[in-house]
């Protein structure tokens, strides 16, 4: 077996094995235009007597986390030839890649999962869930009057990012964007955009929407303030002869739309949305900011990681009294009573994305310790919540 980079004459290869796998069919104009695109550096296979039976993508991508941007690896397109299943291929590319990764200074990575316990088995951990919802027409928050202007299909990518960043910058988890993301990614010839504008002629929110058998699809709304948002809900509004109910996606969960409206019994739906995994423990650590305390914390931790060896054994975890912190890797191994926490690469990604709380991973039994220390976790990790609009 030889896993390696694919070359750029293999993109028809592999785009079969993307099509049967995904259960797909490419027009020729959809293939066309893919192969323009590809990206041979991006891809891994998995070859067996010189022919492709597994492969992924690996994009080298960014994402915030705190309101600064981590290096992400984001996993896509993992597939593999149906008689080749189950027989270690993938395993063998995450091995590759997650070593690639560490090389690269992606400190974490994501994806999106067709199966959570499938990906748990390689480290990575839930991250995420995404609120949905489904809203009448005539439960419609009222029109407001609102000071400022809104415009409609800008198609510039420039302002929309200019809106889009701040507040991308709020959660842990959203995606740094570049114009070709925006262009290939976000908008699409069937969206339409429209801008908020305050009456100083500041842009301070943005929809991206479709109108299609009287149903309107909300993509993604990015607001600054409640001014924004009410202006946008208010364009939406006078289309009220035209459809008979909004379909709003990715809605972050610390959203609370719902509770300003006059009725907020209409359809929710919350679902499982992407993975993450951190692949450098001791380089995130590096780079990420814990709570300021008035005095240094040192803890003893055992990290379990089965596929990234490096992450693998003992550490001691120093945050200093300004949020900084470092983990270094401790020589031969503590008795338990020495340990101060255990835990897995997954418990470690999910609490310091802050998608789940120490106390939370204590009580369900994935946080192995005494309480206090727990408690001394708690306060030490950030709250915040993951949001990500994105898919790849």
């Known amino acids: 077996m030889e896993i390696r980079q694919l070359v750029a004459e293999e993109f028809e290869v592999s785009a079969d094995l993307g099509e049967y796998a995904f259960q797909y069919k490419l027009s020729p104009v959809e293939r066309a235009e893919r192969r323009t695109h590809f990206r041979p550096e991006q891809a891994w296979g998995a070859f067996e007597d010189g022919q492709l039976q597994a ?11 705190q309101g600064k941007p981590f290096d992400m690896g984001g996993i896509a397109g993992v597939a593999s030839w149906p008689e080749k299943r189950r027989s270690g291929l993938v395993r063998h590319l995450f091995n590759q890649v997650l070593s690639v990764m560490k090389e690269q200074g992606q400190t974490i990575s994501c994806l999106n999962p067709f199966s959570f316990a499938y990906y748990r088995k390689f480290g990575w951990e839930q991250m995420t869930e995404l609120r949905k919802y489904t809203i009448p027409v ?99 509004a006078n289309h009220d002869s035209m459809v008979e109910q909004a379909v ?93 926490l255990a835990f897995d690469i997954r418990t470690l990604t999910t609490m310091l994305m802050g998608y789940r709380r120490p106390l939370e991973m204590y009580r369900c039994g994935r946080l192995v310790g005494q309480e206090a220390v727990v408690n001394t976790l708690e306060r030490l990790i950030p709250v915040g919540t993951v949001y990500l609009t994105d898919s790849f």
């Open 138 to 236: 005539n439960q419609f928050p009222a029109r407001k009057s609102f000071k400022g202007r809104v415009s409609r299909d800008t198609k510039d990518i420039a302002l929309l990012d200019e809106i889009y960043r701040p507040y991308a910058q709020r959660y842990n988890g959203m995606l740094l964007r570049d114009h070709e993301w925006w262009e290939r990614r976000v908008l699409d010839a069937d969206s339409h955009d429209v801008v908020y504008y305050s009456e100083e002629g500041t842009p301070q929110g943005y929809a991206i929407y479709k109108v299609a058998n009287r149903e309107l699809t909300i993509e993604e709304f990015i607001y600054h303030n409640e001014v924004a948002r009410e202006a946008l809900w208010t364009y939406y």
């Open 248 to 340: 709003v996606e990715c809605i972050p969960l610390d959203d609370f739309f719902p509770f300003m409206l006059d009725n907020p019994r209409f359809k929710q739906e919350i679902n499982p949305y992407f993975m993450a995994r951190i692949v450098d423990a001791a380089a995130f650590i590096s780079e990420y900011t814990f709570q300021a305390f008035e005095a240094e914390t040192k803890l003893m931790l055992r990290i379990e990681d089965t596929s990234a060896a490096w992450n693998d054994g003992v550490w001691e975890l120093s945050i200093s009294p300004d949020g900084s912190g470092r983990l270094d890797k401790l020589a031969g191994s503590l008795a338990e009573a020495e340990l101060d």
């Open 55 to 65: 492969r992924l993508l690996l994009l080298p991508l960014q994402i915030y986390i």
